[in-house]
């Protein structure tokens, strides 16, 4: 693919042209992002060396990482790793690659215990289905004397989470389960999270291929009409709730109407989205 090619710069821009035509919009950046990786060098060495000239075993290491890129896998999975809220978290095919908007979840959760004047205090967190522990490990990471389950169905999953634990320095105040939502698991908790499967299960096939070919199925697909692990959570959640606490789940795009009148139904007090 980059046989012709001798610098940094010529393949950079040879590589970004070859992830245009096949509809990548982040073309550019994941050019650069695979050939430093490629190289062994920061994106700013990568720049500031666009002439130097690259040997035949540097163009191999590029073509390999340029190739999976345009099957489109993403470059997080190729690296196998994926930053969220300043941790660096180890994704593999058993887990979902966490997303930048799923950190509003992380920041709802941090103001709501900042609302109750408790960031100190020894919470109790359960994260529902979560993969690669994102939710969980970041919301540890800034409270230092909180606690927390973390549960998946998945036991795949939950040798990431644990792995991700250990890095983040987290893992003396972690418990795993494995388990359907929250079957089994005692409370009661102060704070329940959650980023269940929210995608209509007719709307997987058009999804972008970096998401519907990578991801796994069973963290994508929300039933029928997408609202399947909300009920799940809603039926659960009165239960595990310790007095005065909170559960902030993500939603999919043009669903807060429906997921609030679940949980009103099932019990819950609904406050405004933020």
Not at 3 to 21: D, G, M, N, V, Y
Not at 94 to 115: F, I, S
Not at 195 to 214: F, K, Q, T
Request: hydrophobic share 50%.
């Amino acid at each position: 693919m980059l046989a012709a090619t001798r610098t940094i710069a010529t393949a950079r821009h040879a590589l970004a042209e070859k992830f245009r035509q096949v509809g990548i919009e982040s073309a550019d950046a994941d050019a650069r992002l695979l050939m430093a990786h490629a190289l062994g060098i920061d994106r700013a060495e990568l720049m500031a060396n666009g002439e130097h000239a690259l040997n035949l075993d540097e163009m191999k290491a590029i073509d390999a990482l340029g190739e999976r890129r345009l099957k489109r896998e993403p470059v997080a999975r190729i690296f196998g790793r994926k930053e969220f809220w300043s941790l660096s978290l180890q994704v593999s095919p058993a887990v979902l690659v966490p997303r930048p908007e799923t950190e509003t979840v992380v920041e709802a959760a941090l103001n709501a215990v900042a609302r109750d004047a408790r960031p100190m205090a020894q919470l109790h967190i359960l994260d529902i289905g979560t993969g690669s522990g994102a939710l969980l490990l970041a919301l540890l990471s800034e409270l230092p004397n909180a606690v927390g389950t973390a549960t998946d169905i998945s036991a795949a999953a939950l040798d990431v989470a644990r792995a991700n634990a250990e890095c983040s320095g987290v893992a003396g105040r972690c418990t795993f389960i494995a388990c359907d939502i929250a079957a089994g698991v005692p409370g009661p908790f102060d704070l329940i999270v959650s980023n269940p499967p929210y995608v209509v299960h007719g709307e997987i096939a058009s999804l972008p291929p970096e998401v519907r070919d990578y991801d796994p199925a069973p963290a994508l697909d929300g039933g029928a009409d997408g609202l399947d692990g909300y009920r799940a959570i809603a039926a659960q959640a009165r239960g595990l709730l310790a007095p005065g606490g909170k559960v902030i789940v993500e939603l999919g795009a043009g669903q807060e109407a429906a997921v609030r009148a679940l949980f009103t139904k099932a019990g819950l007090k609904v406050g405004a989205a933020r």
